[in-house]
């Protein structure tokens, strides 16, 4: 196989530039001393167990034992700050100095329904409080995620403001992030690409389990500084632990079980660290087992052939999954370091029309898809560097992907599924950030960042050429406190990005087989902003950014029949780089009794890129073909909690986005209408409760190829229960979701014309942290 010299370079530059670093880390005698931080976590002269304190500049997290203490050794000296947050209290941070010996921290947490604050690891480079980012965030933690209604990672997320979103069933559901998805919104796991296909097309689901996630954290709006490409409408970072972190309990970890009566769900998860010492272990395993979804009984017309069918589930919407994961870690007074792997396989099912007697008629439109993913995630944090970089963190990951395409077929001699497709992409993704020493009152980080894709695509019906994408990046992410109240940040980054085709003799394609094009896109993005404390209560932020986006190899070369999603799809080789111009301004308030945040913002993408039916067909199926226009997206997200009584939360929130495309002025397609979320919440240390009403208006702003849905209510409920037995926390809950049955369409749903949302389910939740 010919070498890519571009490539060969490149990626021989970086491996070369990270070696000396390394080198020059491990074998330089340590400048600093190891220090340890201790303390306790209280609430009225009573112990918290199960706390999450979190040593913010080091990003290294513990959890309260049964006295309420917690430990953190091989600390170098410095200042740090150490949160504390914790269910049914009112989160806490402190600001420590560490210099020689034992430092000492102690919390006495007051009982609050609201959670004040939150920490978010994936806006900046090192984790912060919620307040402090320049750009609006939010964060999930474990036992939030899996109290959230849902099955899948992003509908867990979908009562965030901001966040919607689309569906097809069961497992490929993908967030939405103000009115922007697929390739304008990164998905990543630990701060990672994750090496799949998700983007290709509304079927393909994000592999991972949301059983498994311990921590979730939203970016919206540009993300590119720190993640590159494919980030203009932001990221959703998943967090699952695949390097562990030494503890200073000798095991420690969770456990995890989820059932659902929508879908039959059965799930688990358990995942286990042992420490010793220095080093840690960690052994993980996990598996998912849902049938098809139920929705409220009826008579449903498939929009395609006008044919009636009378369902009370989903057609073809299960979705079987299992996950099994290594990890290792050291810890020293250098740093640390680890590496993890994991192996995640799936095979669920794509809704449609089902087989049935008549199917020379109406064919049905069902298919299957078989994923197999393995990763392998090193991760290191060196507390000394060189020169005048203070610290450095080098992370990378490993992806072989496998995705394959069965399309239900039926004939006289009864049903099948022949694989249509099989995909194989081996992605390595790497970020190297070099924190450096003060200069003045800047300071910032200096990064360097690449990711390297091969995908090759057989099968009777490829859907693109075999390809080879290259991404390399550096970046300066800086920020200057012009004021005790004021501080300021720039962001300055510079991307290459080349597409090469591959030439497949044995592809069943002619096209290609002979295919050999290359697409060289290069692009200088930047970021400003601005955070201004107003009071100890209030703080504003502003910030401005330049994104880029490369058309990726589908969008370019497409050529062929997508079966899962019916369509032929055909790429445009033309398409330029989309570019987007943004602004977000946010208002956030923090008081004893109440917290609220409104973030308008506005974005201008000039190239951006879209799919639309051309109004023709290939083999019989509709033309789906990429196109580019220039698209303006105008809206807001706001969310008010206030506490009018003790362990009473009262919550709403509120988002909307007016997206249009500004060349032959109409709105973008599949926009989300305006949302609305009304909460009431009982929580005190021990009991939770809680009822919700989801709202969306009617969406009679449609796009190209767009349908109307009307506005709907959904009512959801939920109670639980939080203990401890020694050092275990264990929290229980039961929710009922949709409970009055009611037979809703979701604008994003993909199926919305044939099928609603799912009827009314029970779930129970239970997990143990240790």
Known sequence: MSVNPVRSRATRSVTIAASIILGSLLLSPAAIWAQTVTGTVQTAGKPIVGATVRLLELD???????????????VPAGVYRVYVGVTGYASATDTIRVMSGTARASFNLTESA?????VVVSASPTARISDEQYQSTASKSQVEFQNSPGTTFAEKISDLPGVAVRSLGSAPSRPILRG???NEVLILENGLRMGDLATFDPAHATPIEAIGVSQIDVVRGPATILYGPSTIGGIVNIITDIVPSVSDHAVSGTA?????TVNGEGAGYINNIYSQGNQAFRVSLGGVRAENTRIPSGNYTDPGTGAVFSLDRMPQTFDHSGEAGLGYAYQGDFGTFGIGGKHFEVNYGIPGVPPNPDFANVPPTTSRIAQRRNTVEFRSLFNHGFGFIDRVKLNASFNDYNHSEFPTAQD??????????????????GVLQLQHQPLGKLQGTLGLWTNIENMSIR???????????IGIAGYAYEEYPAADNTRLQAGLRYDYNKIQTRPDPQSTDPNFQTLDASRLSNAVTASLGAIQTLTPQLTGSLSFARSFRAPTVQELFANGLDAPSGTYTVGTPGLEPETELGADLSLKGNFANASFEISPYANSIQHYIYGFLRGDTIQGFPVRQFGETNARLLGFDASVTVQPAQYIALRAG??????????????LPFTPPLRGLLRATFQNSTYMGLIESRLAASQTRLGEGDTPTPGYTVVNVGAGMRFARQRMLNNISIHCDNVFNRVYRDNLSVIKDFIPQPARGFRLNYEVTY
Not at 114 to 118: F, R, V
């Open 180 to 182: 922007l998805g697929d």
């Open 459 to 469: 099968g009777d019906e490829p859907l693109g050429p075999n390809s080879r994408t």
């Open 60 to 74: 290294r997290i513990e959890r309260t034992g049964a006295e309420g203490q917690f430990t953190f050794s091989n």
């Open 654 to 667: 509120a988002d909307y986005v007016n997206a249009e495309d500004t060349r032959q002025h109409v709105p």
């Open 256 to 260: 995890a079980i989820e059932g659902n």
């Open 412 to 429: 006289a001699s009864g049903v099948s599924d022949p694989e249509a497709t099989h995909f194989l992409k081996r992605q390595l993704n």
């Open 114 to 118: 609201i959670k004040l604050k939150e």
